[in-house]
């Protein structure tokens, strides 16, 4: 007699494993709100650089001219006039916005200083004391305009620098601005930080130098300049 072997069941059909190792028992496997979350910042981040771009575009107009204004209440900076505010010729005429939102013009209708710092400029730190000093004593009777050279310095880094030397700015008498293109830095003929301009009501240069200005030195500046 024949025997009938016994007849193999079917094999089910593996399930693929998941890709990457198993979790051990106990272990949890790694969420994914993590990974989503890291998406979404960097999605957001770049959002938020296109939106910049976007708004510079806008502001800058397609074919409009260099320092017009972009429609905002605040002008843009404007640079006219003679440039390389010499000693007894005529300033530059700009008209400056700073950084609290107001406007500085030259000339000023009264005696101005035009001073070339940047926030990381040690050496600058003495005359911007001698500025505030100065400010504190005379007041508006003197326009005084501190322009961060350096086109790398962040805003909140401008104002960090007058904040650590306690120095208060952003009024009518002591403003601050931050030159993005080189145009005042080109018009006044700045080649160096420290570089100080004092003009007369009527916009003639009557002092300039390119090193820490000390208080008595800026008063006999200002004396050329017609101030008591």
Sequence with gaps: MHTRRPQRQPSRPRRPAPPGPRPRPGQRRPALWPWLAGGLGVLLAI???????????????????????AGGSQPALQVGG????????????????????????????????????AAWCES???????????????????????VDADPSDLPAQTQAFFR???VD???PGY?????????????????????????????????????????ATLKAAL???GLA
């Design 47 to 69: 959002g938020l650089v296109a939106l910049a771009v976007q708004r510079n575009g806008q502001a800058a107009g397609a074919g409009q001219p260099a320092g017009a204004a």
């Design 82 to 117: 003679p440039a390389g505010a010499a000693v007894g010729h005529s300033s530059p005429i700009v008209t400056v916005p700073t950084l609290a939102g107001g406007t500085f013009r030259l000339p000023a209708g009264r005696r101005a200083v035009v001073y070339f710092m």
């Design 124 to 146: 600058c730190q003495a005359e911007a004391q001698a500025l505030g000093q100065l400010h504190q004593r005379v007041g508006d009777r003197v326009a005084i305009l501190a």
């Design 164 to 166: 650590i030397i306690g």
């Design 169 to 171: 700015v952003g009024g």
């Design 175 to 215: 403003q601050v601005a931050r030159d993005h293109d080189g145009l005042l830095v080109r018009a006044f003929a700045a080649q160096a930080l420290d570089t100080t301009v004092v003009v007369d009501p009527k916009g003639r240069v009557v002092y300039r130098d390119a090193v820490p200005t000390d208080l």
């Design 223 to 225: 004396s050329k300049a």
